[in-house]
């Protein structure tokens, strides 16, 4: 394996990532903590980030599977990355993060799906197998979300708001600077005449849809809580400021291990099989966040929550992808896509749900979400029970 060919990639989307992180786990706390403003006011943001970057991947992919190259695409998720935090750190406003916030911070994101398309190219280039490669930019998105939120949480804690979107403005700088300097510049995928020709088929796919509702609603279980979390452990747990980054640093850190147990897995059970196993556990951990009662019990939710989301993301984008292999592009921003769009839904529930009850109903909701996940795995066998990939 030449690892010194992929290694300044995998640094790319770390930096980017690392980013991204700060921006997600950041900007919903910050609306309602630091600016003051009702729980719903968070869907207004939510929704707006996540339509640009479900427009921006279904463009984007468009490009990729005609053969386009990806290198300008990372450049351009970049400034809009960069814009929308200079922004921010200017003017800190609800304003300003419903507009400047969430299109930039959008583009930004978009960023995660070209590179995870470019990572397959990558790979075959290097004669790795997409799904080891795929753990590879998942271990490394991982460690970047064990920093990220991290870094965000204890900068609003001890030095204001503000400082968080400062500090994010200067690792934009450096992701920039990645960009123009290790990003490979003749990566393309071949167009196919006839892979463009088998589009409609791919569309009508009933294996590929039942996927990705199987994710969607692992998403969603996903998306809840995560939107949920950092206010239920703050202010109606009690915990510390600093509590949500500790949480997402261990969550990220346990997805870790969780990642590179995902080729034996996939080896020893298949994809549908360990995916079912996931579902079950993700139950299990949401559960045990909607009842956390101290900064220990979180802990414990965390590490579990973690090993399930390390699970599920791994093996679900490659579950995905080896059921439309003949647009890979397209794939992979459909199953990039489905996570938004669990943030366009999940965002705007968690903020109805929780000016309604509170913030704990909404985690509750999240369960339910896990559960109706195995039912849809469990109901739709797939004809191609790929043991690999």
């Given at each position: 394996m030449q690892f010194s060919r992929i290694f300044p990639f995998l640094g790319l989307l770390f930096v980017g990532t690392v980013c991204n992180s700060m921006a997600v786990s950041f900007m919903g706390f910050f609306i309602v903590n630091g600016l003051a403003r009702e729980p719903w006011s968070i869907s207004v943001y939510t929704g707006a980030f996540a339509v640009v970057v479900i427009l921006t991947n279904r463009i984007f992919a468009a490009r990729l599977d005609r053969g386009s190259n990806p290198f300008p695409l990372i450049g351009f998720a970049a400034f809009g990355y960069i814009l929308a935090a200079m922004a921010m750190a200017v003017t800190p406003s609800y304003l300003t993060a419903i507009t400047f916030g969430a299109i930039g911070f959008g583009i930004g994101s978009s960023a995660m799906s070209t590179k995870f398309t470019l990572g397959g190219v990558m790979a075959d280039r290097n004669a790795i197998r997409r799904s080891t490669f795929n753990a590879y930019m998942?271990?490394?998105?991982?460690?970047?979300?064990?920093?990220?939120?991290?870094?965000?949480?204890?900068?609003?804690?001890?030095?204001?708001?503000?400082?968080?979107?400062?500090?994010?403005?200067?690792?934009?700088?450096?992701?920039?600077?990645?960009?123009?300097?290790?990003?490979?510049?003749?990566?393309?995928?071949?167009?196919?005449?006839?892979?463009?020709?088998?589009?409609?088929?791919?569309?009508?796919?009933?294996?590929?849809?039942?996927?990705?509702?199987?994710?969607f609603c692992l998403a969603m279980a996903h998306s809840l809580t995560f939107s949920a979390l950092p206010i239920f452990f703050v202010q109606e747990v009690g915990l510390p400021g600093y509590a949500p980054g500790a949480a997402f640093s261990l969550k990220t850190f346990v997805e870790l291990f969780a990642i590179f147990t995902t080729p034996f897995l996939i080896a020893r059970f298949g994809l549908r099989t360990a995916l079912m196993g996931t579902a079950q556990l993700a139950i299990v951990a949401i559960l045990a966040l909607a009842t956390v009662r101290s900064f220990q019990h979180m802990l414990i939710a965390a590490a579990l929550e973690g090993f399930y989301f390390g699970l599920f993301s791994t093996l679900a984008i490659s579950f995905v992808q080896s059921l439309s292999q003949d647009r890979p592009a397209y794939a992979t921003a459909l199953y990039w896509n489905t996570m938004m769009v669990t943030l366009v839904i999940a965002g705007p529930a968690a903020g109805l749900i929780a000016q309604v009850s509170n913030f704990q109903m909404v985690v509750f909701a999240g369960s339910a979400f896990a559960v109706g996940s195995a039912i849809i795995l469990g109901w739709r066998p797939s004809r191609h029970h790929s043991r690999g990939f």
């Amino acid at each position: 394996m030449q690892f010194s060919r992929i290694f300044p990639f995998l640094g790319l989307l770390f930096v980017g990532t690392v980013c991204n992180s700060m921006a997600v786990s950041f900007m919903g706390f910050f609306i309602v903590n630091g600016l003051a403003r009702e729980p719903w006011s968070i869907s207004v943001y939510t929704g707006a980030f996540a339509v640009v970057v479900i427009l921006t991947n279904r463009i984007f992919a468009a490009r990729l599977d005609r053969g386009s190259n990806p290198f300008p695409l990372i450049g351009f998720a970049a400034f809009g990355y960069i814009l929308a935090a200079m922004a921010m750190a200017v003017t800190p406003s609800y304003l300003t993060a419903i507009t400047f916030g969430a299109i930039g911070f959008g583009i930004g994101s978009s960023a995660m799906s070209t590179k995870f398309t470019l990572g397959g190219v990558m790979a075959d280039r290097n004669a790795i197998r997409r799904s080891t490669f795929n753990a590879y930019m998942r271990s490394t998105t991982s460690i970047s979300w064990m920093i990220g939120p991290a870094v965000a949480f204890i900068l609003a804690d001890r030095a204001g708001d503000a400082a968080v979107f400062k500090v994010a403005f200067g690792i934009a700088l450096v992701w920039l600077c990645l960009w123009w300097w290790t990003a490979p510049r003749d990566a393309a995928s071949l167009a196919n005449d006839v892979q463009r020709s088998r589009t409609a088929g791919s569309a009508r796919n009933p294996e590929l849809w039942s996927a990705i509702l199987f994710v969607f609603c692992l998403a969603m279980a996903h998306s809840l809580t995560f939107s949920a979390l950092p206010i239920f452990f703050v202010q109606e747990v009690g915990l510390p400021g600093y509590a949500p980054g500790a949480a997402f640093s261990l969550k990220t850190f346990v997805e870790l291990f969780a990642i590179f147990t995902t080729p034996f897995l996939i080896a020893r059970f298949g994809l549908r099989t360990a995916l079912m196993g996931t579902a079950q556990l993700a139950i299990v951990a949401i559960l045990a966040l909607a009842t956390v009662r101290s900064f220990q019990h979180m802990l414990i939710a965390a590490a579990l929550e973690g090993f399930y989301f390390g699970l599920f993301s791994t093996l679900a984008i490659s579950f995905v992808q080896s059921l439309s292999q003949d647009r890979p592009a397209y794939a992979t921003a459909l199953y990039w896509n489905t996570m938004m769009v669990t943030l366009v839904i999940a965002g705007p529930a968690a903020g109805l749900i929780a000016q309604v009850s509170n913030f704990q109903m909404v985690v509750f909701a999240g369960s339910a979400f896990a559960v109706g996940s195995a039912i849809i795995l469990g109901w739709r066998p797939s004809r191609h029970h790929s043991r690999g990939f």
